[in-house]
């Protein structure tokens, strides 16, 4: 079992930036792929981005590209987002999420259901 645990979100003005963090505890993070979604209110949970468990791999939504970064610090079991230039509409909740069995170079998707566990959340608000 591994427990994750978001934080860093916050309200921010248009523009601004803020790094999310997500820790992780139980199992080694670094054998696990890790991935984060939003979900706005009233929309689905939306795939942002993912990184393979060696961080050599990285996959971004066309919408945050050049924009957000995914990285990761094994050895300190913790995985970051860093977003620049936030939108209003990156308002949501911001989850982590992790896979295992995969290769270091692998990367489980944007499919919520291609990961195995899931953080509680952190919220972000962009106000213009």
């Known amino acids: 079992q591994v427990r994750l645990v978001e934080s860093g979100g916050g309200l921010v003005q248009a523009g601004s930036s803020l790094r999310l963090t997500c820790a992780a505890s139980?199992?080694?993070?670094?054998?696990?792929?890790m991935g984060w979604f939003r979900q706005a209110p009233g929309k689905e949970r939306e795939f942002v981005s993912a990184?393979?468990?060696?961080?050599?791999?990285?996959y971004y939504t066309d919408s945050v590209k050049g924009r957000f970064a995914i990285s990761r610090d094994n050895a300190k079991n913790t995985g970051y987002l860093q977003m620049n230039s936030l939108k209003p509409e990156d308002t949501a909740v911001y989850y982590c999420?992790?896979?295992?069995?995969?290769?270091?170079?692998?990367?489980?998707?944007?499919?919520?259901?291609?990961?195995?566990?899931w953080g509680q959340g952190t919220q972000v608000t962009v106000s213009s």
């Open positions: 999420s992790i896979r295992g069995g995969m290769r270091w170079y692998e990367l489980p998707g944007d499919r919520a259901n291609n990961y195995d566990y």
């Open positions: 139980g199992r080694s993070f670094s054998t696990y792929a």
């Open positions: 990184i393979s468990w060696s961080g050599g791999s990285t």
